[in-house]
């Protein structure tokens, strides 16, 4: 295949020529047998460690997400634990008021029923008080009643005046 110029000659596009590619052929076969030799076995092995490498490295961050997890679990259980805990502190503080608002209460009511039955006493004792004042009272008067009386013997008419005026002194006192 060629070209064909204008003075006849002819120009060769393609060109095959069998010495280059045997020479080719030759160096990529030596080129190949030394990496084969040399090169072949050290890459593979530095593969072979960036493998190892690479397969730690995966197992060593699913073990940490795996404790990660477990670690979370485990938050979450204390979490759950603390509030039941802070539920059951409520729940007996509030019981504990409850209490102490009953024993309060009954204090309280205790204490009501006891200045009640002072104040009942007192009231009794403030009315034996009157009532022997009174006592006293009726007793001068029948002594000054008596006194009177015994003073002079008096008549009907007399006593009735008596007894009038002794009532209006009384009145008086």
Same mark, same amino acid.
């Given at each position: *295949?060629?070209?064909?110029?204008?003075?006849?000659?002819?120009?060769?596009?393609?060109?095959?020529?069998?010495?280059?590619?045997?020479?080719?052929?030759?160096?990529?076969? %030596?080129?190949?047998?030394?990496?084969?030799?040399?090169?072949?076995?050290?890459? *593979?092995?530095?593969?072979?460690?960036?493998?190892?490498?690479?397969?730690?490295?995966?197992?060593?961050?699913?073990?940490?997400?795996?404790?990660?997890?477990?670690?979370?679990?485990?938050?979450?259980?204390?979490?759950?634990?603390?509030?039941?805990?802070?539920?059951?502190?409520?729940?007996?503080?509030?019981?504990?008021?409850?209490?102490?608002?009953?024993?309060?209460?009954?204090?309280?009511?205790?204490?009501?029923?006891?200045?009640?039955?002072?104040?009942?006493?007192?009231?009794?004792?403030?009315?034996?008080?009157?009532?022997?004042? %009174?006592?006293?009272?009726?007793?001068?008067?029948?002594?000054?009643?008596?006194?009177?009386?015994?003073?002079?013997?008096?008549?009907?008419?007399?006593?009735?005046?008596?007894?009038?005026?002794?009532?209006?002194?009384?009145?008086?006192?």
């Amino acid at each position: *295949m060629g070209i064909t110029l204008s003075a006849g000659e002819t120009l060769q596009l393609v060109n095959i020529n069998t010495d280059t590619i045997i020479f080719t052929l030759i160096n990529t076969l %030596i080129i190949f047998l030394i990496y084969r030799f040399f090169l072949h076995k050290p890459v *593979m092995k530095i593969l072979d460690e960036r493998k190892e490498k690479i397969a730690g490295e995966m197992k060593a961050a699913e073990d940490a997400q795996a404790e990660a997890e477990a670690m979370k679990q485990e938050y979450f259980d204390k979490l759950k634990e603390s509030r039941e805990e802070a539920a059951q502190i409520v729940s007996a503080a509030v019981k504990r008021a409850g209490e102490r608002e009953n024993q309060i209460l009954a204090e309280a009511q205790q204490e009501a029923a006891d200045m009640k039955k002072k104040a009942e006493e007192s009231i009794e004792l403030e009315k034996k008080k009157a009532i022997n004042e %009174i006592k006293d009272q009726i007793s001068d008067i029948v002594i000054m009643a008596s006194e009177k009386v015994c003073e002079k013997e008096i008549s009907k008419s007399d006593n009735e005046a008596l007894i009038n005026k002794f009532i209006a002194e009384v009145g008086n006192e």
